[in-house]
């Protein structure tokens, strides 16, 4: 079982709304990682979280606001998608720093924009 | 440019017929290449790093090899629960970023 719990499993909103996607590791990692995968494609990154900072945006559109609390939660702020923004939203960790080290995903978060 | 790409996109083996996926990459320095298994509707299931050329790693009938330009997952006598799509990430020496392929989408014939 992923040590990496992402909430929720499955989300439906509208254009209008404003929702948030939850993400939790219990590892003691310093890096997390915001991904977006569609059908049949790979992860694409959307933001990387080193030591509570954003290090990386992937010149992601600002309807999708990330947040880190703290070392273990990471938070993807969700408002005004559009419909193809609907995907399978991952989230992932790793024990971050200079060393060459595994990330690790989450189930992900089934958003549908409707 | 940082690149990973993986060949087969889509590979149909009967069960017991072993078979091999490449993960050719191009990267300035690299700091490890790393192999998933997803399974349709779930998050992807690390399976092996790789850190340097020569290195292999095992797991049941899964086999990774690195070399300085691609690596291979070898699956011997695979069954139909290995059916799933295998991506391949490399990280480059500098920063967190993760550069994935397209995946191999694996189909295990009883």
């Known amino acids: 079982d992923t040590e990496v719990t992402q909430t929720p499993k499955h989300l439906v909103m509208g254009m209008t709304n404003k929702k948030s996607l939850k993400c939790e590791q219990h590892?003691?990692?310093?890096?997390m990682y915001w991904y977006k995968q569609k059908a049949k494609k790979p992860p694409e990154l959307m933001f990387v979280y080193s030591y509570e900072k954003l290090s990386i945006n992937e010149s992601v559109p600002s309807r999708f606001s990330p947040e880190c609390p703290n070392s273990s939660l990471l938070n993807l702020h969700l408002h005004a998608l559009q419909p193809e923004d609907s995907a399978l939203y991952l989230c992932a960790s790793s024990v971050g720093g200079t060393a060459g080290n595994t990330i690790y995903f989450g189930e992900g978060s089934w958003l549908t924009v409707v | 440019e940082d690149q990973v790409t993986q060949s087969p996109e889509a590979l149909r083996l009967q069960e017991g017929e072993s078979s091999s996926l490449n993960c050719s990459y191009t990267v300035s320095g690299l700091r490890g290449l790393f192999w998933y298994r997803q399974d349709p509707g779930k998050g992807p299931e690390f399976l092996f790093t790789l850190y340097s050329a020569g290195e292999e790693k095992e797991k049941e009938r899964l086999k990774a090899t690195l070399t300085k330009k691609e690596s291979f997952l070898h699956i011997t006598a695979p069954k139909p629960e290995d059916s799933a799509t295998y991506l391949c990430?490399?990280?480059?020496?500098?920063?967190?970023?993760?550069?994935f392929g397209t995946g191999t989408s694996l189909t295990v014939i009883p």
């Open positions: 990430a490399v990280q480059p020496n500098t920063g967190n970023q993760f550069y």
């Open positions: 590892m003691g990692h310093r890096a």
